[in-house]
């Protein structure tokens, strides 16, 4: 399995822009979709963003779409997640984490960073 690392985290106004970043270590990260999953305090986990090996494909939980944006740099074994126009329900820990196969199930994804937190307040 790849090993996992988010950064980028941190406290936002509402309307501003964070970007998150996943180094993963290894050298088959070019092996894995990847995905970013967000966890609000007292709710259960849910799907972000997605992108499949390559880059050329990439998916949006509804919540998010047209505002965030994923993309990977194989070269430098990293993915990053994009955020702008934040509001306060994107308030959340968010994870990255590396599946075999694109997928937007967490149960698809068998390696987990160990989350990052961004704070959007109002």
């Known amino acids: 399995q790849v090993q996992l690392k988010e950064s980028g985290g941190g406290l936002v106004q509402a309307g501003g822009s964070l970007r998150l970043s996943c180094a993963a270590s290894?050298?088959?990260?070019?092996?894995?979709?990847m995905g970013w999953f967000r966890q609000a305090l007292g709710k259960e986990r849910e799907f972000v963003a997605a992108?499949?090996?390559?880059?050329?494909?990439?998916y949006y939980a509804d919540s998010v779409k047209g505002r965030f944006a994923i993309s990977r740099d194989n070269a430098k074994n990293t993915v990053y997640l994009q955020m702008s126009r934040l509001k306060p329900e994107d308030t959340a820990v968010y994870y990255c984490?590396?599946?075999?196969?694109?997928?937007?199930?967490?149960?698809?994804?068998?390696?987990w960073g160990q989350g990052t937190q961004v704070t959007v307040s109002s």
């Open positions: 992108i499949n090996r390559s880059g050329a494909s990439t």
């Open positions: 984490a590396a599946s075999r196969d694109y997928s937007i199930l967490a149960e698809a994804f068998g390696s």
């Open positions: 290894g050298r088959t990260f070019n092996d894995y979709a």
